[in-house]
């Protein structure tokens, strides 16, 4: 089940990952690095913050553990009674903080972009543009309810696939946007907003229809505090913390980054890309792997709960450490022929290529943290996650001011200084994690762990290498000026090339073989 599960949600958050890759050219294409893209970034970042905190986070950390025991326990109907309370008491608060939010929108602004003060053009196309997606945040809350439903009830289909949604009607409203002729203009923006509302109604009612058809009718009803509600409150709050800081350390960057003019769009390219492997494991490993352990910690199964979470840690590990030595050796190329044309311009390549390689370093640890958290937050313990994450955000915020300004003074590139901040905070944060799961005896590394993680690190640095010594021969085929199907080819013959080495080396070292994944679904089958 834990196998099929991660392919199922890894599966189908790549296929909305690479249509995010597509909006994303679109997006570079047309506005490049300028103000409008400034703009339109901080307005979508500054929803999905909180859609993080008040949805996923709090959800993933609190809501899932209480309905998966509710469902194995007491049954379905009480716990469809729960997620009503649930789902009632979220809107009603989601709706007055919106609206609240909203009318504060220009004051809201000077502190989430104070860089943007001094441009008032930009600043208040930010204020608009942040106001139109704002509805974004209530609509993606209430679809991490309707999902931690779902994958509750091990249905992780309609889940995974509802950000596919998002991708398809961003790249439907800049495909709008050029032809109308908005490119690198306000209109661009505006068109962008207004898709990223739809496109959050789109998501909504997909899960609120796939939850019926599992059998569960949820309704609102009058928000009241029951005891349910007071644990549920308990837990949550620790968890906006715990499950949200990866975002929030993103806003802190984006934050200190509006500073600098066109930082904001560096660091959000880079954000996307860096993010594809983060999504395709560390979401879908933080996805399936809560419920799995919530059900048999409830079974008192320890021996099972330990060979998840190895399991889940040598997967995460195998396909993000060749990615994050891949994007760190061949940022360029990368975002060269995936972003280089239009608006976006040559000078912006190695801004861009260099926050990729910082964010990149970070990469292993932002995914070791979707593999630990959930030790946590399946037996209720949110507030050792939220004191870790805590500390993550002091110290990510304190190193990116410092190496903000230093980088400044020493004349290099500022903005590489948040980058690098962000991926210490991660080491720190999954190192606590770890260390604590540890002393505690909830996680122990099994001896096919031990064996395999040295190897599979080793398969990665040898790739790394090989990419190193063939990038100068490749680099040149990659840049502007070069037909876009052999830029791609050539890339496309790189990333291969690395994938072979990689996965060569570690079924030679007995790592990854076929044999035993036939094992492992034969298992679960």
Same mark, same amino acid.
């Given at each position: ?90 809107? #009603?608060?989601? !709706?007055?903080?919106?609206?609240? =939010?909203? %009318? @504060? +929108?220009? &004051?809201?602004? $000077?502190?989430? /972009? ?78 962008? #907003?207004?898709? !990223?509302?739809?496109?959050?109604? =789109?998501? %909504? @009612? +997909?899960? &609120?229809?796939? $939850?019926?058809? /599992? ?87 320890? =021996? ?222």
């Amino acid at each position: 089940m834990l196998y099929r599960a991660f392919a199922t949600v890894g599966g189908l958050t790549m296929i909305s990952r690479m249509l995010g890759f597509v909006r994303d050219i679109l997006i570079a294409a047309a506005l490049g690095t300028g103000g409008v893209a400034d703009a339109f970034f901080v307005a979508f970042r500054f929803p999905n913050l909180f859609r993080r905190l008040f949805g996923e986070g709090a959800f993933n950390s609190a809501f899932v553990p209480l309905f998966a025991k509710r469902l194995e326990g007491e049954g379905e109907k009480s716990a469809a009674g729960f997620a009503n309370e649930a789902l009632s008491g979220l809107t #009603a608060i989601l !709706v007055v903080f919106s609206a609240a =939010a909203m %009318l @504060a +929108m220009p &004051w809201v602004m $000077v502190v989430l /972009a104070p860089g943007f003060a001094s441009d008032p053009a930009k600043f208040d196309l930010s204020v608009d543009l942040t106001r139109i997606t704002f509805p974004y945040l209530l609509c993606m809350s209430l679809a991490a309810l309707l999902s931690g439903v779902l994958n509750s009830m091990n249905r992780f289909w309609a889940a995974a696939a509802a950000p596919i949604l998002l991708n398809i009607v961003l790249i439907s409203a800049m495909a709008l946007a050029i032809v109308l002729g908005y490119a690198n203009q306000a209109g661009a923006g505006y068109v962008l #907003a207004t898709g !990223v509302t739809v496109a959050g109604l =789109a998501q %909504l @009612a +997909m899960l &609120w229809l796939a $939850v019926r058809r /599992a059998g569960l009718k949820l309704s609102f009803q009058r928000p009241r505090y029951s005891e349910s509600m007071r644990r549920l409150v308990e837990l949550g709050i620790p968890g906006v913390l715990a499950g949200g800081i990866t975002q929030i350390n993103l806003v802190v960057g984006t934050v200190i980054a509006s500073l600098q003019a066109g930082a904001v769009s560096y660091l959000y390219y880079a954000d996307r890309l860096y993010q594809l492997p983060l999504g395709i494991v560390g979401v879908a490993i933080g996805v399936v792997l809560l419920p799995d352990l919530s059900r048999k910690l409830r079974a008192d199964d320890r =021996a099972a709960v330990l060979e998840s979470q190895n399991r889940s840690l040598e997967f995460a590990l195998l396909l993000t450490l060749p990615a994050a030595v891949a994007l760190a050796v061949a940022a360029e190329p990368i975002i060269s022929v995936l972003f280089e044309r239009g608006a976006f311009k040559p000078a912006d390549t190695p801004a861009t290529a260099s926050a990729l390689a910082a964010f990149a370093v970070g990469l292993p640890a932002f995914v070791l943290i979707k593999v630990f958290q959930p030790a946590f937050f399946a037996r209720e313990d949110t507030r050792t996650p939220m004191l870790f994450a805590g500390l993550n955000m002091v110290i990510n915020i304190a190193l990116s001011l410092a190496l903000f300004f230093v980088f400044r003074a020493w004349g290099w590139m500022p903005h590489i200084g948040i980058a690098i901040a962000t991926s210490i905070a991660g080491w720190t944060n999954a190192i606590l994690l770890w260390l604590t799961l540890s002393r505690s005896d909830s996680f122990a590394w099994d001896g096919r762990l031990t064996r395999n993680l040295p190897l599979i690190a080793l398969a990665a640095v040898l790739m790394g290498v090989a990419l190193w010594f063939a990038g100068p021969h490749m680099t040149p085929y990659t840049t502007v000026g070069n037909p876009l199907v052999l830029r791609v080819a050539v890339l496309g013959a790189l990333v291969l090339g690395g994938m072979v080495i990689f996965f060569g080396l570690t079924a030679l070292s007995g790592v990854l073989t076929l044999a035993r994944l036939r094992r492992a679904i034969a298992r679960e089958g």
